[in-house]
């Protein structure tokens, strides 16, 4: 019988709750392949954005500011 991804999942289900999160951790592994390039662009956009924030071009948020920014309300019934 073939292994199935549904019957993978079915098993996975199955593990305690930090047993699936390492298995997901060791599949996002398996997708994330290293790009020169794209290292190379982030890195040279840190570079420009770390430039205009000494320069007082741009202020730094706080973590707590960003998070609240993108939190999805609870929602109220």
Same mark, same amino acid.
């Given at each position: @019988?073939?292994?199935? !991804?549904? *019957? #993978? +999942?079915? %098993? !996975? @289900? %199955?593990?305690?709750?930090?047993?699936? @999160? /390492?298995?997901?951790? %060791? #599949?996002?592994?398996? #997708?994330?392949?290293?790009?020169? *390039?794209?290292? /190379?662009?982030? =890195?040279?956009? =840190?570079? *420009?954005?770390? !430039? =205009? &924030?000494?320069?007082?071009?741009? %202020? /730094? !948020? +706080?973590? +707590?500011?960003?998070? *609240?920014? &993108?939190?999805?309300?609870?929602?109220?019934?």
């Amino acid at each position: @019988m073939p292994i199935t !991804a549904k *019957s #993978l +999942s079915e %098993q !996975a @289900m %199955q593990l305690p709750p930090d047993e699936r @999160m /390492a298995l997901v951790d %060791q #599949l996002l592994d398996t #997708l994330d392949e290293p790009d020169a *390039s794209v290292d /190379a662009l982030w =890195a040279k956009e =840190a570079e *420009s954005r770390l !430039a =205009a &924030y000494r320069r007082g071009e741009i %202020q /730094a !948020a +706080s973590l +707590s500011d960003v998070i *609240s920014k &993108y939190q999805v309300p609870p929602n109220r019934t």
